[in-house]
């Protein structure tokens, strides 16, 4: 049973570029939530996908955007790209019924 | 609104010590808690989650975490600890609603373990 699957594992971009991080949620998941991870710091949560809307959306700006494919997979996009947003992006997966959610090993931003 | 606190950004304990980490809550509405560990360079695994069920919840590894919604706190705990457990431990509430929501994170203890 394969678990939460991110790409890729690192990136770098540079200021000003945008980036698109893919997810595929855990067999038998239909709900998809993305979260930032600064160094040393919690991860943060960024949105969260069901029935390939937009259900839940934390405090980030709108250069964070997404999408839900009708496999339940998910992108995270994110523009004009600041070094702020430097980070470990995690997806997580869950049952849109269930409390549990399940991280994927995440995808390790670092913009120059 | 949510949020955690984790008391001690650095828990070191020797091997074969108790394991204490605390986390206190705050939930304007009934919580589902959770610990999750994060070993360097990857993502979170679930140790253990209090779902409104038993208040003393065990999880893997040895680990377990008491629910006390007088104290508003759910601490976690492992009797002997092992080299293998320094990793960051990670404090998570979300509200009860009947459909999956979103984590509140605390800030993170990273657990040393020395010989």
């Known amino acids: 049973d394969a678990g939460v699957t991110q790409s890729p594992t690192h990136l770098i971009k540079t200021r000003g570029q945008q980036v698109t991080l893919r997810c595929s949620p855990k067999s038998g998941h239909d709900t998809v939530s993305w979260y930032q991870q600064a160094l040393g710091q919690g991860p943060q949560f960024i949105f969260q996908?069901?029935?390939?809307?937009?259900?839940q959306r934390g405090n980030f700006p709108d250069r964070f955007s997404g999408h839900q494919f009708p496999n339940y997979s998910s992108e995270l996009n994110v523009n004009a790209l600041l070094l702020g947003d430097s980070a470990l992006y995690l997806c997580a997966s869950s049952d849109w019924v269930g409390e549990t959610q399940y991280f994927g090993p995440g995808t390790r931003l670092l913009v120059l | 609104a949510q949020s955690v606190t984790q008391l001690g950004s650095h828990v070191s304990v020797s091997e074969g010590a108790l394991v204490l980490l605390r986390c206190n809550y705050s939930s304007s509405v009934p919580p589902y808690l959770f610990w999750y560990v994060q070993y360097p360079n990857q993502g979170l695994q679930l140790l253990l989650k209090y779902t409104s069920a038993a208040t003393l919840v065990k999880g893997i590894n040895g680990f377990e975490a008491e629910f006390k919604k007088s104290e508003t706190s759910f601490h976690l705990t492992k009797p002997s600890a092992h080299m293998s457990d320094a990793a960051e431990y990670f404090c998570?509430?979300?509200?009860?609603?009947?459909?999956?929501?979103?984590?509140?994170f605390g800030t993170g203890t990273r657990l040393q373990v020395t010989l």
């Open positions: 996908y069901y029935e390939e809307e937009e259900r």
């Open positions: 998570a509430v979300s509200p009860f609603t009947g459909t999956a929501s979103k984590l509140t």
